[in-house]
């Protein structure tokens, strides 16, 4: 999309909003929420751009429906001392007006400290948005959500739609850039993933999650990075979070769990292999998948500590007899479903917390292997492989940051992890790492990338 259309199209919205708000004033009070349909035939992408200030979040899970939103209605950021308990009593303390949901993200490890590349974020981040966009897959019409500053006349609304919307915004490609460090050679992820072979050997733990990131600087604009992103990977969740300026981008292709009227549905996905290039071949890899005893194990691990972990939550509580094989773009994987009805007043935020970082992510047993990847990973995970997600009133559905990167003053950092059993091939798993950072590197148009 052209500069001047991207421009017109935010210059026609904040019309919009400023008409609805007057019509509306005249009314009533003047803080009340603004709600009104808008004509909208582009992605809600196209809102979303890599330079701003205000926090921002797009999304677009499978469904194909898109959510965005800017600025910051309610806010709610872990502090270090705050655990998945802190973050429930709070959310309880807050009412948000109907249909708006909280956005956010937990880390991969709530224990461990945001540091290095995720120092500017806090350590878990949460907030609901000040103006909301949501459009249905096959609609051409938006609905707005615009709550405005209380006490703000029609000149202040103005200003208010303008700075939210980046209409002339102020373009921060100046910004200081991260000091990311540098990534890990071939060498030293294969000695990474050596060691917790040898781990594993002892005894102490059956799977360890390693992963690596790559770094570079991103080409695209982030509108077309989204709509890339969605058209290549229409089975994964599309989503970007942006706060002080940095943003983490993922297509993830797994749910970590959603909560809906008491039903709770979980996706394990492990175990991974390349597509093919041809029918043949890519049917011929699927059924290897399916047949191989290695990549079983490092599935079983997540099936079993899911069941483990939720049945105590569960009236009932069943997962699929046998794993089946999900296609996307890049790789196939291993996915077995869980679903179960929840015990009375058990909500998104517990689920997760038993389950979250699952062996997919971590490794088994899971709290040792969790320790183990916090300790010896050699950088912080922050939330790379945490779980972004919406959440209000006890439901919601949160997906594991995978396929992701984060993205500060042009310079992104992409991450991809790999789970390594008895049996896992060093050399074999380099290669699967590439492969799970292709999303990343394509719809970013990474350049400049330092490293192997
Ligand atoms: C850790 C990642 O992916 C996870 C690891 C997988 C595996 O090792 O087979 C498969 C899917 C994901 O659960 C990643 O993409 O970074």
């Known amino acids: 999309m052209s500069v001047t259309a991207r421009e017109a199209l935010r210059q026609s919205l904040m019309a919009r909003i400023v008409e609805a708000f007057s019509e509306r004033s005249a009314r009533g009070p003047s803080d009340a929420p603004v709600r009104l349909r808008v004509p909208f035939d582009r992605s809600l992408a196209s809102l979303a751009h890599w330079h701003r200030w205000e926090p ?9 429906d898109e959510r965005f939103g800017v600025g910051v209605y309610r806010r709610l950021v872990a502090s270090s001392d705050d655990d998945w308990d ?7 303390e807050e009412k948000l007006p109907p249909g708006l949901p909280w956005f956010g993200a937990v880390p991969f490890d709530f224990r461990a400290l945001p540091l290095g590349m995720w120092a500017a974020w806090p350590k878990s981040i949460w907030f ?8 249905a897959a096959s609609s051409d019409v938006a609905e707005v959500l615009y709550l405005p500053p209380r006490g703000a006349d029609e000149m202040d609304v103005r200003a208010d739609v303008m700075d939210l919307l980046d209409i002339h915004g ?3 490609s100046s910004e200081e850039r991260p000091a990311f460090e540098a990534p890990e050679d071939f060498r030293r992820f294969t000695d990474k993933i050596e060691r917790a072979l040898r781990e594993i050997r002892q005894g102490r733990l059956s799977k360890v999650v390693v992963a690596r990131y790559v770094t570079g600087r991103v080409t695209r604009p982030l509108d077309e990075a989204l709509e890339l992103l969605a058209s290549r990977y229409p089975d994964s969740h599309v989503f970007a979070l942006s706060w002080q300026g940095r943003w983490l981008v993922a297509a993830s292709p797994e749910r970590l769990c959603s909560v809906h009227a008491r039903t709770v549905e979980i ?18 890899l699927a059924a290897e998948l399916l047949a191989s005893a290695k990549h079983r194990r490092e599935h079983q691990a997540v099936v079993d500590h899911v069941l483990q972990a939720v049945a105590p939550l569960c009236e009932r509580v069943e997962a699929q007899p046998e794993p089946s094989v999900i296609k996307l773009a890049n790789v196939q994987h291993l996915r077995t479903q869980v679903t179960g009805r929840l015990n009375p007043g058990v909500g998104l935020l517990d689920v997760a917390k038993t389950l979250h970082p699952t062996p997919a992510v971590a490794g088994a047993p899971q709290r040792e292997a969790t320790s183990y990847v ?6 912080p995970r922050g939330y790379y492989s ?24 042009g310079d992104a950092a992409l991450f991809a992890g790999c789970g390594i059993v008895e049996g896992s091939d060093p050399v074999a798993e380099w290669e699967e790492s590439e492969l799970k950072l292709r999303p990343m590197r394509e719809a970013l148009g990474v350049q400049e990338e330092v490293g192997p």
């Open 386 to 409: 945490g779980a972004f997600g919406t959440y209000a009133e006890g439901e919601g559905q949160l997906d594991v940051c995978l396929r992701s990167a984060f993205v500060a003053a």
């Open 267 to 284: 996706d394990c996905l492990a175990g991974t292999a390349r597509r093919g290039r041809s029918d043949e071949e890519d049917q011929q």
């Open 170 to 172: 102020e373009d921060l």
């Open 56 to 64: 921002a979040v797009y999304s677009r899970p499978p469904s194909g």
């Open 374 to 379: 916090t300790a010896h990973e050699g950088w």
């Open 128 to 135: 609901a948005p000040r103006l909301y966009l949501t459009k």
């Open 86 to 92: 802190d973050l429930k009593a709070r959310f309880a």
